[in-house]
Every structure is written in C-alpha cells, then in structure tokens.
C-alpha cells in the first residue's frame, strides 16, 4: 500500500513536471542563469550611460575602461552628495542587490551578478506567470509549441543582456512582461489568488513608468488597457478601486516625468536637435535660424550632450546653454516635425530598423569563446526577427490595422454570447500596438536618434507580447471568441 502511494506520487509530480508550463519554466530558469550567474557572465557594457545610475546608487567603478564593463564596482563609504532629486524605479532593484551584496559577500565591494540575481529572480517569475496566462495548464502538442516559442523569445541574449546590467531597460523588460501577464490572469474567472494578481499588475505598472524618462510616453497605451480593465468589470467595488489604481498611476508617473525633465532636458533637447532634426533638414542653418538660434551652429550635427573625444564646443558650456538650448522649446520641435512629414518618415523608418535590435549598442562583457558561442546561440530568435521582420514604419502601422480587425472580431463574438474576455483581450493588444506606433515618435521627439533603439525596446517587446497572445489564441481556438466554458465569468 504504502509503495503504491510513492508511485503515485511520483506519478503525479512527473505529470506536473512533464506540462508545457513546467517544462517551459524551467528552460527559462536554466538559460538565464547561464547566461547571467555563472563565472563568465553575460552583459551589456556601459555606453555612457552608467556613471549617473551608479553614483545615484553609491557606487563607482573600479575598472578606468569605457569600453568594457567589471563584474565588481566600489560601494561609497561616506555620504552621497551625487544623489538625483527624481525618483526611479530601478534604484529599488539596485538597492536590494546592495543589500544582498553587504549581507553575503563585502561592505565594499560589490558584485554585479548580485543585481543580476535580483533581476534573475523578478524576470523568471514575470516568464512563468506569462507562460501560466497563455497556456491556460493544457497539455498537447500545440501548447508545448507555444511554451516553446514563450520561452525563446523572452530568453534571448538581447533582453537577457540587459539583465545583468545597469541600463533601465531592465526594469522596463521585467515590468512590462509582468503586467501583460497579470492582465491575462486577471481577465480570466478561474485565476487562483485574484487580490494577489491585480496587486501585481498595479505595482509593476507603476513600476514601469517611473523607471525610465521615456517610459512616460508609454501612459497612452496604457490607459487603454486600464481603461478595458475598468470598463469590462461588473463588480462596482473592483471598478472603483482600479479606478483610484489608474489615478494613482497617472499622478505618480506625471510627478516622476517633471522632476526627471527638469534634470535632464538640458541634454534631451541638444541631443533632439543635433542627432535628430540638423541630421535630417534639407537647410539646417535656415532652420537654425527660425529657432533663433546662430546659423553657425549647424557644426553641432551629430554631437553628443557627453563627448567622449575632442570636440570644439563643450556641449554643457555657458555658450551652449545661452545660444542654444535655452532658445529650443518641445512646442518647437514638434511643430518642425509636423510640417516635415519626410524628415519625420526617415526618422521613424530609422526606428523601425532599430525595433528588430533593442539593444543598448554596446560590447557585451568579455568572454572566453564558449561563451560567444552560446550567446550567438540564444540570440537566434532576435536573429531571425531581425531578418524577416520588414523595418518599415508603414509596416507597423498595417500590421495594426490587421491586428486590431481580428480582436475586434472576436470581441463581437464575445459580446454576442455575454462575455466580456474579448473586449479586455482588444483593449490589451490596442495598447500594446499603441505603444508600437507612439513611442518611436515620442522618443525621436524627446531626445532624436540618441540611444534609440533601447529606447524602443518596450515598443519591440510590445509586438512580440502581443504576437504571442495572437499565437496562443490561434493554437487554443480561441482567436474569434472566447471558448463557452469562460461564460461564467464575473
């Protein structure tokens, strides 16, 4: 008797592992903490970026190169007088990794494959919570595929590099994924433990758009998906309080968005002008000349806000400040790339080639050539995509008309048979394709071709999230209406 209940047993928890939903967790877990946790990890190396984010976090490198990036970095002993007045998400991971760091290893030193544990941790969960919302625990070939495909798109090298570094799309990638997939469950009545999902929606929202300046620019395709949230909930108390939630959203996010600006956009509207509208206009001196500013400093084209070589004028000067910045104003700008329709075309098909690589464009951390190797090998996803994926902004654009037809479809069904899952599953891909179509002209906006293409990574992961839903309602047959046995819902 009892050796028939071990059998059993083992029975079931080889069923359990042996799930789509299993199996795909724990590929995830095994690629990510090779790429990220073992002797030779693996990174984005610091384009510039890093020397803000590290001493607002009471660090400092110990390696001088600019070109690569150490595993260890100095922890301040004394007060840090470098601290920003604005807020950002990701200091809280970084805070933690700290704290982990002091607790089992140096006071310090610090290990930076602490950070990427902490990520490591907060990704994995936000891939097994999405592989959870799309697989619906079925088993068969299809759902094996779709784990499959989920596992390889969200474990390739492009995001996972961003993991163990300092770069905010960290945050961005673990929150945004985290969010489609609480939505997900949400919107689904047999979902265990709802109060504990809709807490983690609300934070990782909140989370993504105070992690980045230019995540504000996200808020519009947001509000879309909070907006299908609200509206498709029947129980009044629920509705209320995701209304306060979507307020609190709106006010935490606007509050962090000025306070970010007032710190940066000295550098934003340099670089707006000289990597974005001197590169592109047929007259620039003329068009110089309209903003009040000196012909002659057309020479800035293509300048950086922090030169890394010689250049002739100190982009943070007085000079600069005086003639330049100060007579350059978004109204402006905006303005300028409204009435150059084929200036601002060239600009966004130059973002839709970079929505194929949301990489920071930098050397990843050095590596012995095994490890070379396997990073070409889990990057073949964002290899192939890259490669078929037309990068055309054109593109994009009908691609969301088609996307947006098909759950309006299904969206029609459901509402014929008195569900409301279809028109909560279109108010997500409306946001997320959203959020394909603004932000590459938010951003070229707000700061031109600097650091552009991780700049649109939420842009990138928003069509790949949503690409995935589109095959797992294709392979569960239920791309044209909810199946019946979701009519109970509340």
Excluded at 119 to 143: D, E, P, T, V
Excluded at 340 to 356: Q, S, W
Excluded at 390 to 417: E, H, T
């Amino acid at each position: 008797m009892y050796s028939q209940n071990n059998k059993l047993k083992i029975k079931k928890l080889l069923l359990r592992v042996s799930s789509p939903t299993a199996l795909g967790i724990i590929f995830c877990g095994l690629v990510l903490s090779f790429l990220l946790l073992g002797q030779f990890p693996a990174g984005y190396a610091d384009n510039g970026n890093f020397s803000q984010v590290l001493s607002a976090n009471g660090l400092y490198p110990l390696n001088s190169s600019a070109q690569t990036v150490g595993l260890r970095y100095g922890l301040r002993q004394h007060f840090n007088e470098t601290t920003p007045n604005f807020f950002s998400s990701q200091s809280l991971f970084i805070q933690a990794a700290i704290g982990l760091n002091k607790l089992f290893f140096s006071t310090h030193i610090f290990d930076i494959r602490f950070l990427g544990l902490v990520y490591f941790m907060s990704y994995f969960s936000a891939i097994a919570l999405l592989l959870c919302a799309l697989i619906h625990h079925q088993r068969g070939w299809k759902n094996y595929f779709l784990a499959l495909a989920v596992s390889l798109v969200l474990t390739d090298a492009t995001y996972s590099l961003y993991l163990n570094s300092f770069y905010g799309e960290a945050v961005t990638l673990i929150t945004l994924v985290f969010t489609c997939a609480s939505f997900l469950l949400m919107i689904r009545p047999q979902t265990k433990y709802p109060h504990l999902i809709a807490g983690l929606f609300w934070v990782n929202l909140l989370l993504l758009v105070t992690a980045q300046v230019q995540n504000f620019f996200l808020l519009p395709g947001l509000i879309i998906i909070c907006l299908g949230l609200i509206i498709g909930t029947k129980n009044k108390q629920k509705k209320t309080w995701y209304s306060i939630g979507l307020v609190g959203v709106l006010l935490t996010s606007g509050l962090v968005f000025s306070s970010s600006m007032r710190q940066q956009q000295d550098m934003l509207k340099f670089t707006t002008l000289t990597q974005g509208i001197l590169e592109t206009a047929n007259d620039p001196a003329k068009t110089l000349a309209n903003s009040k500013i000196k012909p002659q400093y057309v020479l800035l084209a293509g300048e950086d806000y922090y030169p890394i070589g010689y250049t002739a004028l100190d982009p943070q000067s007085k000079q600069i400040k005086r003639e330049v910045i100060d007579h350059l104003h978004y109204p402006w700008i905006i303005y300028w790339y409204l009435t150059h329709p084929h200036r601002t075309t060239t600009l966004l098909n130059t973002a839709a080639a970079g929505l194929t690589a949301p990489q920071a464009g930098t050397k990843e951390y050095l590596q012995p050539a095994s490890k070379k190797l396997s990073l070409k090998l889990f990057s073949l996803f964002s290899t192939g995509f890259a490669k078929l994926y037309p990068q055309k902004y054109s593109f994009n654009l009908l691609l969301s008309i088609v996307l947006l037809l098909v759950y309006s479809a299904g969206f029609y069904n459901d509402r014929k048979k008195g569900l409301l899952i279809g028109g909560r599953k279109l108010a997500l891909v409306a946001g997320m394709l959203f959020n394909l179509l603004f932000l590459p002209l938010a951003v070229i906006i707000l700061q031109g071709r600097l650091n552009l293409t991780s700049g649109l990574l939420p842009a990138t992961l928003s069509i790949q999230l949503v690409i995935l839903l589109l095959l797992s309602d294709g392979l569960n047959n239920e791309l044209w209406g909810t199946k019946e046995e979701q009519k109970n819902e509340k």
